[in-house]
């Protein structure tokens, strides 16, 4: 099978994500299927049918440490919290870029650190806060790239810090911890006091000073801002950190304590705790799709469970010694969590005719996630034949948790208290971004999020073109019903957008009941969602059982990854377009030509104007030589038109170039340039014509102004803007051109050298700076 077929011809981006983020090297589709099911031929069959995919990291690392390669198999981590002295502030850090150099997320909580102004014995005598060294974990994420990924990282916070409400505005700033995720540790207490209207005591005790910090707030103040926050910049996110403790396998164990939450907040951990990821399609369990006797087969889920848990089980125990730290690998072999979880929920539901948030939709997630909990704990009794018990299970804890009680029946009951079990926890939700992406269903137990979309698509010299596009699950019934108009569409099929966000907290509700661990949840709202249905929401989650919960409303002032329209208009200059979007080049633009003099020949640089505007659209540079600095000049310029259209001042883009260093070549010819033309002035009047004209021709056209081709890019610019200003300008000499003839230059530019170096002989290669070149054509064969 090739990935093509697996994936259908025409979904490109999906072979884009498979070949960007899991493919290995040059591995074929099968060989792929053979290293990251490690052999296992039923897990195989599930990833070819689509019915069960492994998390990430396992779809990208499995396998590979027999190539030497230092990665990890689990998806998240939960880092030991910092204790409160530098040297427990300055380990974590160390912590984190060891398990991000391995390929894994992190959370921490911070709430052992001091809050701002307690007293310390050093220089500084009081410290900077808590809150202050979340820059430093943001910081160190930002730092240690992964292939394919950036690192993620979550920090909470309890809500009985001093520094909760520092905590709660540090993403007002844009620019402030932007590589992590940030939530509040809420308890039952704090929302009894936001329902009251009472007061809230924010305390900390330091041990090594014995000092006491307090502060008493209004409680449905602090919950306001919160939400206040939630509605501008979607955080922080919310954990009902009793829910999170009291509902789970390990809930009546004293000696377990959760230590925080990976950066999804899916899966709560202890201290070095880890997880491995895996995720049913549940799309693809649907008797007789679209049908009107459509069903959902249970009979199926309950293999596909069975095997999952195998072969998380397998990935697990061969992961073991693969854990960046010691404390993880100590951590995973006690506790031995896993987290199975689903995707492609509302595909089913529209493959089944049910409409999301229906009392029918939660009655049957209802069914489906007590048939996944219990069949997942049943095979982790199972496996402890093979396995044996986690060395840290204790029975009766496990026997009376309410979760355990709830989620199971007789026959499972019996065998888990004859045999113990292989897993401490068992069940999550996470994102599965990727993975539904990839193969074009909805995550998680997300809604859609449109019925469709707007793409652009950028034709050869950067016009946008938009189109519909319609979400594959529509896509497919409206071919199957012959439905050419999206108002023609059934009701049930509702989104993101048009769910009331009631029925969106009941499903999560449902789905909680069946998960040990959490849920990784987003809910959308649209722009006119107000302040207060804000806090009504989190109200609302609270009381149902929800773990976690953020929300994102739609256009808010942090900008989200899903645009829902993209303004147009007929003036360009008031075209609004979202992040990463490239503005139109107009239709009918004309060019301006400019010969520049650098130090190895002549530099063409193309500037595309609206005369009309006075705007500065495009631009482009071509020369007259060839080789690595004529092809990264090019690049150069591409760069800086994108970045023009991308909406950047192009103030700032020329201060940037201006910045650039000087050019040897620049001043070589220059200071030859000089001296020979000081020689020529000498002896004027006392030499033949034809020998002036001789030492001309050497002379050449002077050096541009400028100390490098980008100063002199930024010279020729800087004199367009004060020429559109009226300003005082140097007149510097330009021809114009058509936008076609530039088309032409930029399609026959690429072919030059390649056309040069197979036409040369390389007879005059010389050594610059390690490489061996040829000053004719431009070849070039480096030394290592």
């Given at each position: 099978m090739h990935v093509s077929e697996w994936l259908g011809e025409n979904n490109k981006l999906g072979i884009d994500i498979w070949n960007r983020?899991?493919?290995?090297?040059?591995?074929?589709?099968?060989?792929?299927?053979?290293?990251?099911?490690?052999?296992?031929?039923?897990?195989?069959?599930?990833?070819?049918?689509?019915?069960?995919?492994?998390?990430?990291?396992?779809?990208?690392?499995?396998?590979?440490?027999?190539?030497?390669?230092?990665?990890?198999?689990?998806?998240?981590?939960?880092?030991?919290?910092?204790?409160?002295?530098?040297?427990?502030?300055?380990?974590?850090?160390?912590?984190?870029?060891?398990?991000?150099?391995?390929g894994g997320g992190c959370g921490i909580d911070i709430s052992k650190l001091a809050p701002r102004g307690a007293k310390i014995n050093n220089a500084a005598r009081e410290t900077t806060g808590a809150v202050s060294f979340m820059d430093l974990y943001s910081l160190v994420t930002e730092l240690i790239g992964q292939q394919g990924r950036r690192g993620a990282l979550m920090i909470s916070i309890d809500c009985t810090h001093p520094d909760l409400e520092e905590f709660i505005k540090i993403k007002s700033d844009l620019n402030k911890i932007t590589k992590a995720n940030i939530s509040i540790r809420i308890n039952n207490?704090?929302?009894?006091?936001?329902?009251?209207?009472?007061?809230?005591?924010?305390?900390?005790?330091?041990?090594?000073?014995?000092?006491?910090?307090?502060?008493?707030?209004?409680?449905?103040?602090?919950?306001?801002?919160?939400?206040?926050?939630?509605?501008?910049?979607?955080?922080?996110g919310i954990l009902n950190w009793d829910r999170i403790t009291k509902w789970n396998l390990l809930s009546e164990d004293e000696n377990f304590a959760y230590a925080g939450v990976n950066p999804c907040a899916e899966e709560p951990l202890p201290a070095g705790g880890s997880c491995l990821l895996g995720s049913i399609n549940l799309s693809e369990l649907i008797n007789n799709p679209f049908a009107s006797n459509s069903s959902f087969d249970y009979i199926t889920l309950r293999e596909v469970v069975t095997q999952a848990v195998i072969g998380l089980n397998e990935v697990l125990?061969?992961?073991?010694p693969l854990h960046p730290l010691q404390e993880q690998r100590d951590s995973v072999n006690n506790w031995r969590q896993i987290g199975l979880g689903i995707f492609g929920w509302h595909d089913a539901l529209i493959k089944l005719g049910i409409r999301y948030g229906s009392e029918e939709s939660l009655e049957l997630a209802d069914k489906i996630g007590f048939e996944i909990a219990n069949t997942a704990i049943y095979t982790s009794a199972t496996l402890t034949d093979k396995y044996g018990i986690y060395p840290m299970y204790n029975a009766k804890a496990v026997l009376n948790s309410p979760y355990f009680i709830a989620n199971t029946n007789e026959d499972t009951k019996k065998i888990v208290e004859e045999k113990g079990l292989a897993n401490s926890q068992l069940l999550t939700i996470a994102p599965t971004g990727s993975l539904g992406t990839m193969l074009g269903v909805s995550t998680g137990i997300e809604p859609i999020y449109n019925i469709s979309y707007t793409r652009k698509t950028e034709s050869l010299f950067g016009k946008d073109k938009y189109y519909k596009v319609y979400t594959h699950i529509v896509e497919q019934y409206m071919s199957i019903n012959n439905i050419t108009e999206e108002e023609d569409l059934p009701s049930f099929i509702n989104t993101a957008m048009t769910l009331n966000y009631k029925e969106r907290i009941e499903m999560q509700s449902v789905w909680q009941k069946h998960i040990d661990a959490s849920i990784s949840s987003t809910i959308n709202v649209p722009n006119d969602f107000t302040v207060q249905e804000v806090e009504d929401l989190y109200m609302l989650a609270w009381e149902k059982g929800l773990k976690g919960?953020?929300?994102?409303?739609?256009?808010?002032?942090?900008?989200?990854?899903?645009?829902?329209?993209?303004?147009?208009?007929?003036?360009?200059?008031?075209?609004?377009?979202?992040?990463?979007?490239?503005?139109?080049?107009?239709?009918?633009?004309?060019?301006r030509k400019y010969k520049l003099r650098n130090g190895c020949g002549n530099l063409y640089f193309f500037v595309g104007v609206d005369e009309v505007d006075k705007k500065i659209y495009d631009v482009f540079t071509n020369t007259n030589a060839v080789g690595g600095c004529t092809i990264n000049t090019q690049a150069n310029s591409r760069l800086l038109s994108a970045a023009i259209r991308g909406g950047i001042p192009i103030e700032y883009l020329i201060e940037q170039l201006e910045k650039s260093g000087s050019c040897a070549s620049y001043q070589k010819l220059r200071g030859i340039q000089t001296g020979m033309t000081k020689v020529r002035n000498m002896i004027l009047n006392e030499v033949p014509k034809?020998?002036?004209?001789?030492?001309?021709?050497?002379?050449?056209?002077?050096?541009?102004?400028?100390?490098?081709?980008?100063?002199?890019?930024?010279?020729?610019?800087?004199?367009?803007?004060?020429?559109?200003?009226?300003?005082?300008y140097e007149d510097i000499p330009y021809n114009i051109i058509s936008k076609e003839e530039v088309i032409k230059v930029k399609a026959e530019s690429a072919k030059v050298q390649e056309l040069k170096i197979d036409e040369c002989q390389h007879k005059n290669m010389r050594m610059t700076e390690g490489c061996v070149i040829c000053p004719d054509c431009g070849y070039s064969k480096c030394s290592d």
């Open positions: 983020k899991y493919r290995y090297n040059d591995e074929d589709f099968e060989t792929w299927l053979d290293r990251v099911s490690g052999g296992n031929e039923e897990i195989k069959r599930l990833i070819k049918e689509k019915k069960f995919l492994f998390g990430g990291r396992i779809l990208a690392n499995r396998g590979l440490q027999k190539y030497g390669r230092k990665i990890t198999l689990s998806n998240c981590y939960v880092i030991t919290p910092p204790e409160d002295n530098i040297e427990g502030i300055f380990n974590c850090a160390k912590k984190l870029a060891r398990t991000y150099s391995y207490d704090f929302m009894k006091a936001v329902k009251e209207n009472k007061d809230w005591e924010l305390t900390y005790t330091r041990k090594e000073t014995g000092q006491v910090i307090r502060k008493t707030v209004k409680a449905r103040e602090l919950f306001h801002l919160m939400c206040k926050m939630n509605w501008d910049y979607a955080e922080p125990h061969e992961g073991l919960v953020t929300i994102f409303r739609d256009n808010c002032a942090r900008v989200g990854i899903l645009t829902n329209d993209i303004k147009t208009s007929d003036n360009s200059e008031s075209m609004e377009l979202p992040r990463g979007f490239i503005e139109d080049v107009p239709e009918g633009l004309v060019y034809e020998t002036i004209d001789k030492i001309d021709e050497i002379i050449g056209v002077p050096v541009s102004e400028g100390k490098s081709c980008p100063s002199s890019i930024a010279i020729v610019l800087k004199n367009i803007l004060k020429e559109f200003k009226e300003e005082e």
